[in-house]
């Protein structure tokens, strides 16, 4: 089946910055429509971060406008999340998404595994 598979996540300090890449397994994959980003951190629910179209149109929560930037390498069937001027309050863990269809005509929503973001000095 189709897999989302998350990298990029670790301990950063307060003003710092990560890249999260999140890569769509190939061969199934007909075309993706679709790719973001969510978090979720303790005790609350999970939140768009950001996402981005095929054509490249983006989207970001009021939050991260003008920290965080996301891009997509259609070729490799990967979303990027550049995250700068790191807060604590971004400490979460970050899932991928992608809205895709397959190549036996099935469209599906997938979720990458999460890989933990946690800004603390």
């Known amino acids: 089946q189709v897999q989302l598979v998350e990298s990029g996540g670790g301990l950063v300090q307060p003003g710092g910055s990560l890249r999260l890449s999140c890569a769509a397994s190939?061969?199934?994959?007909?075309?993706?429509?679709?790719m973001g980003w969510y978090r979720q951190a303790p005790g609350k629910q999970r939140e768009l971060v950001a996402d981005?179209?095929?054509?490249?149109?983006?989207n970001y929560a009021d939050s991260v406008k003008g920290r965080f930037t996301i891009s997509r390498d259609n070729a490799k069937n990967t979303v990027y999340l550049e995250m700068d001027s790191l807060k604590p309050e971004d400490t979460a863990v970050y899932y991928c998404?992608?809205?895709?269809?397959?190549?036996?005509?099935?469209?599906?929503?997938?979720w990458g595994q999460g890989t933990l973001v946690t800004v603390s000095s």
């Open positions: 998404n992608a809205d895709l269809w397959t190549w036996i005509g099935r469209y599906l929503e997938v």
């Open positions: 190939h061969g199934s994959i007909r075309s993706i429509n679709a």
């Open positions: 981005i179209t095929s054509g490249g149109s983006t």
